[in-house]
């Protein structure tokens, strides 16, 4: 099948683990990854396979349409997998626009080449992989379906969302072949000690507090990252074009309950006290427009394509938990950009530091 493929975002965490999946799966197909390193993408995320003969990086803005092109004439692009964007909720309540920029018009900019360099081939591919939260929030019992009517709360979601329909509209409009996966929570190694489980160990491990926001009871729906590089494989080879495949592993978890099972697998991890962790957790003003409840179905990507999560989340959350214990420079380095600056901006009022 395709053989020169265009991965966008691959130094970010999602996309570095799905880099490293293909070039080892894939020794034959020729890897691009096209990534603007801001302040989440990091090339230090691939360095045990950035020598491999097959692997391609680039510098460069998904928003620049003469770079795209250039990269699709120099390396005859043949499928595009598309991840870069703009990715926390937080950062989008705080900078709305800037999540329209990458997420809305960089992905209409990419779906200009890919139509224009493609011209009505049926060989390619534009996959765009995308996120559950365009479903919105989902009751108890009830679970996103591919059905499901797109109902995005944040900025992020709804730049998300918009891109999804731009994908669709480029697929109907001038038949440009696609297809889109959206997936749950992510977590395991290389994530910007932003999101929820990163952030935690790394305060944890810092004895700081742990920011819960409002009562901690919202439900997030967690996968492995490298089952979702896994879904991404199984979706780009074996997907149809024009559907839309939910990814999710049937793994919910309040926020405070996850919090602490972490905390105690830290306590021990750490040599401290039983409790220690624990007593780092403080709640804080609730997320603006914060959604409830996240919760796929994955029946129609197991049923259709195959797939199954292959790490139970217990054995998941403690193999991260590990790997940001010995990777602690990792953390510095990342955290030592804006991130500093931003953190103080987001938390220090609230909690008084
Ligand atoms: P991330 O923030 O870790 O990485 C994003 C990457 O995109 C970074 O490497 C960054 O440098 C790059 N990027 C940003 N703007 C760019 C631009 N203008 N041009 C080129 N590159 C740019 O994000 P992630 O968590 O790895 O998410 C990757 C994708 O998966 C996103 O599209 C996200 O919406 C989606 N997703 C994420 C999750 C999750 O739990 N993290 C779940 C479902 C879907
Ligand atoms: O559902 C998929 C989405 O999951 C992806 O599309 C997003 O890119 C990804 O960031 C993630 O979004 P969330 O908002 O769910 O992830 P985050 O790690 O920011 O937060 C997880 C939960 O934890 C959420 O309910 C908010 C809460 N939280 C988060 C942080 C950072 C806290 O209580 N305190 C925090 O400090």
């Given at each position: ?30 890897i ?22 097959n ?34 909720v ?30 009505g081939?049926?060989?390619v591919?534009?996959y ?56 749950s929570n ?27 926001y409002?009562q ?30 939910n ?71 403690e193999?991260t ?33």
């Open positions: 099948m395709q053989k020169n493929i265009l991965i966008t975002g691959g130094a970010g965490f999602i996309g570095s683990h799905l880099v490293r999946h293909m070039l080892q799966s894939y020794p034959d197909y020729h691009i990854n096209m990534d603007l390193l801001t302040y989440a993408g990091n090339l230090e995320n691939l360095k045990d396979v950035e020598d491999k003969p692997y391609t990086f680039v510098k460069a803005d998904i928003c620049d349409a003469a770079a795209v092109q250039a990269i699709f004439e120099k390396y005859q692009i043949d499928s595009v997998i598309h991840l870069a964007a703009e990715s926390h937080d950062r989008s309540i705080s900078n709305p626009l800037e999540f329209v920029t990458t997420n809305v018009i960089g992905t209409v900019t990419l779906l200009n080449v890919a139509k224009s360099q493609w011209k081939r049926d060989d591919r534009f765009h992989v995308s996120t559950d939260e365009v479903y919105g929030s989902v009751y108890d019992g009830e679970f996103f379906l591919e059905t499901t009517p797109y109902d995005p709360q944040s900025p992020y979601s709804a730049s998300k969302a918009s891109s999804d329909h731009f994908v669709r509209a480029y697929g109907n409009t001038y038949k440009l072949p696609f297809v889109i996966s959206n997936c992510n977590y395991g190694s290389f994530q910007f000690p932003e999101k929820l489980i990163p952030l935690f160990i790394s305060n944890i491990v810092n004895e700081k507090p742990l920011p819960v409002g901690g009871i919202n439900v997030r729906d967690w996968l492995w990252v490298v089952d979702h590089a896994r879904a991404i494989d199984v979706i780009f080879h074996k997907g149809k074009n024009g559907e839309t495949y990814i999710g592993g049937k793994n919910e978890w309040r926020n405070i309950d996850l919090i602490r099972v972490m905390c105690r697998i830290m306590d021990q991890k750490l040599n401290r006290p039983e409790g220690s962790a624990e007593k780092l957790i403080t709640y804080v003003t609730d997320r603006a427009g914060h959604d409830l409840r996240y919760a796929i179905d994955p029946t129609k990507l197991e049923n259709e394509l195959g797939w199954e999560p292959s790490l139970q989340f217990e054995e998941g959350l193999k938990i590990d790997w940001y214990l010995a990777n602690q420079a990792w953390v510095s380095r990342v955290q030592s950009g804006d991130y500093q600056k931003y953190y103080a901006a987001q938390y220090g009022e609230r909690l008084g530091s």
